[in-house]
């Protein structure tokens, strides 16, 4: 019994050193494991360089108010004069977001001016004549994706209007436009073909509509593509919007050709594939008016199936030469051809000086003089 109880406590001497080797050993392999765990959920916590590398949109703007004076005063000149005074006001702003491959482009042009002018020569009151020589709201938003090399599939919205009323002054003077009458937007999905500093685009798939919110220019003609029955036409009540579908190009180049020489050229093209049932609407509208006693109601166009007839055409172009930042030389031209769009030519009893029929005309308009900038450019990135 001795001798078992004595051998149970040397294996019992024995193994104790064992025991606590195995636990000095399974200790630092704890702690080890430990680390590692924490060094990776260290690791998860901070975003790797992928992500962090990952490239932001970035806004590049320009905001570039202007303004533009032009005064003469005569007083017992013997060359003779009227003393004037003529100011306009423009603003240009360029917005665009740029994200790898999408483009959002913004652009808003506006413009006012207004002209005094002593008539008599008396100079009492100095200016009596007050008149619009400028006046412009024009506003587009783009948005494309590149496609490969240079083109891009893009959607585009552009509003078009006037701030104030526009005469056409002669013995008769008549309202020919207001705010909202007429206004355009012009929405599309197409294709553009992109350089540094031009650009084509291309769509057969194009709406605009036609707005002209005013009663009293319906009334005289001034309808603008806003197409009428004959029971509104008695009534008096109007249709004041028009919507047509067709095809829309706009070429756009802005570059400087030399030092401190700036070019800028717009086009634009619209072609309504709705025109010629409008006109042929318009045809007998006319007649039933005829029939009826409204032959003098300057309303409706003479029929054609000229290609020019059912389409609009603008093109703007200017010449810039800056002295400094703030200071400029400018000479502009604008030629548009509007199909809806009624020169006043002649006149007729009781009515408005309108030429009753017309197809519409080239219209011109042609600026130039000195401009002073007060360069509002603010580059950010978001």
Not at 118 to 140: A, F, H, M
Not at 162 to 178: P, V
Not at 220 to 230: A, L, M, S
Not at 358 to 373: E, I, K, N, R
Request: glycine share 6%; charged share 20%; proline share 3%.
């Amino acid at each position: 019994m001795k001798k078992i109880v004595l051998a149970s406590l040397l294996m019992f001497a024995v193994s104790m050193p064992l025991y606590a080797q195995e636990e000095i050993d399974e200790q630092p392999a704890q702690e080890a494991t430990e680390q590692v765990t924490e060094e990776t959920a260290a690791a998860e916590e901070q975003p790797s360089e992928e992500v962090a590398a990952k490239p932001k949109g970035t806004w590049t703007t320009s905001s570039t108010p202007a303004l533009k004076i032009d005064e003469a005063y005569y007083n017992n000149w013997s060359a003779a004069g009227n003393s004037q005074l003529a100011i306009t006001a423009a603003f240009n702003g360029t917005y665009k977001y740029t994200n790898g491959k999408d483009f959002w482009d913004n652009i808003i042009d506006l413009a006012f001016g207004i002209h005094w002018q002593d008539l008599d020569g008396k100079n009492t009151p100095l200016l009596e004549s007050l008149r619009k020589n400028e006046d412009k709201i024009d506003l587009t938003s783009t948005y494309s994706r590149a496609l490969k090399g240079a083109w891009n599939v893009n959607a585009m919205a552009n509003f078009k209007t006037q701030f104030y009323k526009g005469y056409q002054y002669g013995e008769d003077t008549a309202l020919i436009s207001n705010f909202m009458a007429p206004a355009y937007l012009t929405t599309s999905l197409g294709f553009e073909y992109k350089k540094e500093w031009w650009n084509v685009s291309l769509s057969f798939l194009t709406g605009r509509t036609t707005f002209v919110c005013s009663d009293s220019l319906i009334k005289n003609g001034y309808n603008y593509g806003v197409i009428q029955d004959t029971d509104f036409l008695k009534t008096g009540h109007y249709r004041h919007a028009y919507f047509g579908l067709g095809s829309y190009v706009k070429f756009y180049m802005k570059k400087d050709i030399a030092k401190n020489l700036n070019l800028y050229v717009r086009a634009e093209l619209f072609y309504d594939y709705m025109k010629r049932s409008n006109l042929q609407r318009e045809a007998t509208t006319r007649l039933e008016l005829e029939h009826n006693g409204y032959a003098d109601w300057n309303y409706g166009k003479k029929l054609g199936y000229c290609l020019y007839h059912e389409m609009d055409f603008d093109l703007e172009v200017k010449l810039e030469y800056r002295f400094s930042s703030w200071l400029a030389a400018y000479a502009g031209f604008q030629m548009r051809y509007d199909s809806d769009f009624r020169s006043p030519s002649e006149t007729y009893p009781g009515f408005s000086v309108t030429n009753k029929g017309a197809m519409g005309a080239l219209q011109f308009f042609q600026t130039a003089g000195l401009q002073v900038y007060f360069n509002w450019k603010t580059p950010k990135e978001a």
